[in-house]
């Protein structure tokens, strides 16, 4: 199947200062694009781009005052399969682990293990350890958490997402990761493109979408704490500890958000 991926977005730009974008599709993915996922920008800017510390595409800009459109639309191949379920993938031990995974077993800005591990053990503690532990983890976030966007705040942790039992789709993924890791299960923070795709159509505006991963029996596994079943056609942007490491846009001075859209949707190809 061909996805199409885009977004559009404004600032009104208040005085010049650096700015880093996150909005390019993962590299792993660089294959299946129909042509480079550029960004666009509404005027010339002094750019450069860079690989960051957990392999996501950056790109550096110095901007100046005025208004300022980053856009991009491109095309994604995707295998049209749902996220894998592998009851069977083990767990484990933390002595096992690769030494490249342990950092996701840490404490983050906004996955408090140290206030969260008690929940933890109490809730999860006589689950066996492997997929049915992670699967557990994901109902409990699922079931604890009401979704709407009038909840969405930018500063909400783990810890009071679980205390507030509401959110939005960063705040489910934050509170399963750090479940996860209180459970000795190495457990990462991933943003990207997630469209109404083999699903009922959905009235809410399109947006960026967040869901995590855990390592498993030797490799990641997807899995998503909002939604709780799998899906079709994610397209990953960026992985890191939590949302601190994928901000899609990080600017160094004072800008006012404008305009704000996404794009993701199936092509319908003909027969």
Sequence with gaps: MLIRCGFEISYE????SPMILMLNVHPERGKDLGAPDEILLSRPLPRSDYVDMFGNRCTRLMTSPGPLVLS???????????????P????????DLPPEVLVYLLGSRYCETDRLSDTAWSLFGSIPP?????????????????????HARATRTAFEAHQEQRGVCRDY????????RCMNIPARYATGY?????????????????????????????FDARHNVPRIGRV??????????VAMVTN?????????????????QAA
């Design 236 to 245: 990953v942007m960026a992985r890191g500890r939590d949302a601190t490491d």
């Design 173 to 180: 993924a934050h509170l399963a990761v750090a479940l996860c």
């Design 72 to 86: 991009s639309d491109f095309t994604v191949a995707d295998s049209g399969r749902h996220d894998e379920v592998v």
């Design 130 to 150: 492997g997929w049915g532990l992670v699967q557990a983890i994901v109902d409990y976030v699922h079931d604890r958490i009401a979704f709407g966007y009038e």
């Design 13 to 16: 730009i208040h005085t010049p």
């Design 194 to 222: 997630l469209g109404d795709i083999g699903i009922p159509p959905v009235d809410d505006p399109m947006d960026f979408s967040a869901w995590f991963e855990v390592y498993l029996a030797g490799r990641w596994y997807t």
């Design 252 to 268: 160094f001075g004072p800008c006012t958000l404008t305009g704000f859209r996404v794009i993701c949707e199936e092509v319908a």
């Design 88 to 95: 069977e993938a083990w767990q484990h031990p933390v002595q």
